[in-house]
């Protein structure tokens, strides 16, 4: 008499909807993925310049500028460098 009855709490005799539980899966893994990687493509965005070269490209364009200025102000006077190096 007693194998009778049904002891099942109310949770577990409820059959969930497949399709639905898979799309909040993939749901909650991309929103979580998305959560991790979104500050460091924020990140490379702001700094595209800097890692396309062309941050690297400007200094060296200045660089030439600037060795060209001073030939031009200083004629031919020697120029002494100083040696970072050592």
């Known amino acids: 008499m007693v194998s009778e009855f049904n002891i099942k709490s109310f949770g577990l005799n409820v059959i969930p909807d497949r399709k639905s539980a898979a799309s909040q899966t993939a749901k909650t893994i991309e929103n979580a993925i998305g959560t991790i990687w979104e500050p460091v493509l924020d990140y490379l965005k702001a700094n595209e310049n800097v ?32 040696d970072i190096q050592s």
Do not use: K, P
Request: hydrophobic share 40%; aromatic share 4%.
């Open 51 to 82: 890692f396309s070269g062309d941050v690297g490209a400007e200094i060296q364009r200045l660089n030439m500028q600037t060795m060209q200025l001073g030939t031009i102000v200083n004629g031919n006077r020697e120029i002494r460098n100083i």
